[in-house]
T-cell receptor, first 111, second 111 residues
Framework: DAGITQSPRHKVTETGTPVTLRCHQTENHRYMYWYRQDPGHGLRLIHY???????DKGEVSDGYSVSRSKTEDFLLTLESATSSQTSVYFCAISESDTEAFFGQGTRLTVV | GESVGLHLPTLSVQEGDNSIINCAYSNSASDYFIWYKQESGKGPQFIID?????DKRQGQRVTVLLNKTVKHLSLQIAATQPGDSAVYFCAEKFGNEKLTFGTGTRLTIIP
């Protein structure tokens, strides 16, 4: 998986609680992405980063924040989880702004 | 916004036969396309890409065809094997936008 590790792989949390998902890469790639995958919607971009401390919003960024304090780590935070954020979350990396390589995913359930 | 679509959500192919997975896009300005394969419980895996200045690109057992006239992209898999069973996504990129994914086609190989 191109040196990408997501943690945790599975998480169940209660509505209203904060949740942080971590993506760690060993490839020293410049770009990192967070996607969510839901039935009928494919993969939708939440946030992305084009360098340390440089991030931008994707198409479904509401309710999510990100941070990238070093090249290898990209954190996705749900400040107050809602049931609509139950999904499978994928981190991806790329060296250039072209093809992306994905991690194994994190299955998040908000009850 | 414009999005990438797929003609068929499911496709069943006899083992050893060739398979063709289709994808339609609506934005003629798209200049980069990728096919991904996603097996159950795993992240999407890069298969092959093509730029808009090309009509065809071949990889190992896979060929991507791009028809810009009708805005159509296809993935051909030769001599399908059981391991080819997966969901296949096409993705497009145009200008400075990020990759946009279709909803996927599930390919099932019949033994």
């Amino acid at each position: 998986d191109a040196g990408i590790t997501q943690s945790p792989r599975h998480k169940v949390t209660e509505t209203g609680t904060p949740v942080t998902l971590r993506c760690h890469q060993t490839e020293n790639h410049r770009y990192m992405y967070w996607y969510r995958q839901d039935p009928g919607h494919g993969l939708r971009l939440i946030h992305y980063s084009y360098g340390v401390k440089d991030t931008d919003k994707g198409e479904v960024s509401d309710g999510y924040s990100v941070s990238r304090s070093k090249t290898e780590d990209f954190l996705l935070t749900l400040e107050s989880a809602t049931s609509s954020q139950t999904s499978v979350y994928f981190c991806a990396i790329s060296e250039s702004d072209t093809e992306a390589f994905f991690g194994q995913g994190t299955r998040l359930t908000v009850v | 916004g414009e999005s990438v679509g797929l003609h068929l959500p499911t496709l069943s192919v006899q083992e050893g036969d060739n398979s063709i997975i289709n994808c339609a896009y609506s934005n003629s300005a798209s200049d980069y396309f990728i096919w991904y394969k996603q097996e159950s419980g795993k992240g999407p895996q890069f298969i092959i890409d093509i730029r808009s200045n090309m009509d065809k690109r071949q990889g190992q057992r896979v060929t991507v065809l791009l028809n810009k006239t009708v805005k159509h992209l296809s993935l051909q898999i030769a001599a399908t094997q059981p391991g080819d069973s997966a969901v296949y996504f096409c993705a497009e990129k145009f200008g400075n936008e990020k990759l946009t994914f279709g909803t996927g086609t599930r390919l099932t190989i019949i033994p």
